[in-house]
């Protein structure tokens, strides 16, 4: 009766059925999890961003695929602070990054064709790409200090039905950023066997320093098809907002034909309502200040991770550039499915590493929007655990 692109197994996994046991029985639950911005007790300009969403202007419907002029403007004076030059003519809107990647999913693949993702991972890649009848097959990150694309792995991923390489940088949940000679080997490898390279860069605002090596956005001068996917979830910390972007980069005779198909295929859908986007400048301003205290608090607790887990501790903190998430490798006297359950047990949440397929045990992953008690504490449970 129902479509193969919908898991038939939607029962909750053990992580989830616990959790949710301990919440019905009224038990404390320190979330290390905590991902959603709007929940992280952070100060919030409410007002300002209420009146954002007053403007006059939304009252009218002018349906624009690509979203109206005066947000693309906006989005490409984000980039332009950043010393990135975007034109607006090259940005379309979606309601949210997973969009963009349907819409992208759409524009490059047919059903079956593949698309290369990174492991470890942003875990809904599988999903995203399954809903449009594309396949996954995964390049691996290694890690020896830092993390790396394994290229030898990757160019062997390829095969006649990929279209595309997807990458997220910083990556979710490592936190590494793509290095320059990465980018322009990527870049490389896409143009030679005409794929797409399709650049997540969500958490690009989040470093906890700087680094002369670091590729932080795959935008500008390409020899590839290139796509910039990112938006207000994490560049203002408003994802109750929807509304996200495709920058198309590339060059010329490739990026206007795949414009053109994908403002055809925005057409379809007309997602980004009118509100957010004539408040789009308003809010991407007031983004600064809110992106500024999401930073503080990640930068915080990563470095309170690090420092807890270091000298004889027997847990090891991965070591991170930037992102709202630490990985810390536990010892393996527990499986990371036990680790987690048992820190359950002891009020804390946490997720395993297999989430997001790490290729061996056993990880945890932690995020630094959590309240600062709130981190320490849980990350003392843990300790106490070895
Ligand atoms: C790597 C990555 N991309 C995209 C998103 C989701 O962004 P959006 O809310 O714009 O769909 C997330 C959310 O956690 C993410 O981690």
């Given amino acids: 009766m ?11 996994n ?24 709007t929940r992280a007790g952070l100060n919030y300009p409410s007002e300002e961003i209420l009146a954002s969403l007053s403007n006059p202007a939304s009252l009218s419907y002018d349906p624009q695929p690509a979203g109206l002029l005066l947000a693309r403007e906006a989005v490409a004076e984000y980039y332009a602070a950043r010393a990135i030059p975007i034109s607006p003519a090259d940005l379309l809107l979606t309601a949210s990054t997973s969009e963009g990647y349907a819409l992208l999913f759409k ?4 059903p079956g064709d593949e698309i290369l993702t990174p492991r470890p991972s942003y875990p809904l890649f599988e999903h995203l790409a399954a809903l449009e009848g594309v396949r996954v097959a995964q390049y691996p990150l290694r890690y020896d200090g830092a993390w790396r694309i394994d290229f030898e792995a990757l160019s062997s991923a390829v095969t006649p039905r990929t279209r595309a390489i997807a990458l997220v940088n910083p990556n979710n949940p490592t936190g590494s950023f793509l290095k320059h000679d990465e980018l322009a080997a990527l870049d490389r ?26 590729a932080e956005t795959a935008a500008g001068a390409r020899e590839s098809l290139t796509f910039v996917l990112s938006g207000l979830s994490k560049v203002a910390g408003l994802p109750q907002m929807k509304l996200g972007w495709i920058a198309v980069q590339g060059p010329s005779n490739l990026r206007q034909p795949a414009f053109d198909r994908l403002e055809w295929i925005a057409d379809a859908y007309l997602s980004a309502s009118a509100p957010v986007q004539c408040a789009a400048p308003d809010l991407l301003r007031l983004g600064r200040e809110i992106r500024a205290s999401i930073a503080r608090r990640a930068a915080r607790n990563a470095g309170a991770a690090r420092q807890l887990f270091s000298g004889g501790s027997p847990f090891r903190v991965l070591n991170c550039e930037g992102g709202w998430y630490s990985v810390i490798e536990a010892p393996r006297i527990r499986t990371e499915e036990d680790w987690t359950l048992e820190l359950l047990h002891h009020g804390t949440l946490v997720q395993p590493g297999y989430f997001f397929d790490f290729d061996r045990e056993a990880y945890l992953v932690v995020s630094g929007l959590a309240k600062e008690e709130i981190f320490d504490e849980g990350l003392a449970r843990l300790a106490r655990l070895a």
């Fill in 2 to 12: 129902f479509s193969a692109r919908v898991p038939n197994d939607l029962r909750p």
């Fill in 14 to 37: 053990s992580l989830t059925r616990l959790l949710a046991a301990r919440r019905a029985a009224g038990l404390e639950v320190l979330d290390l999890t905590e991902s959603n911005p």
């Fill in 107 to 110: 524009l490059l693949c047919d």
């Fill in 189 to 214: 490898l896409c143009a030679t066997h005409s794929l797409a390279l399709l650049s997540d860069e969500v958490f690009s605002d989040y470093a906890f320093s700087p680094d002369a090596h670091r």
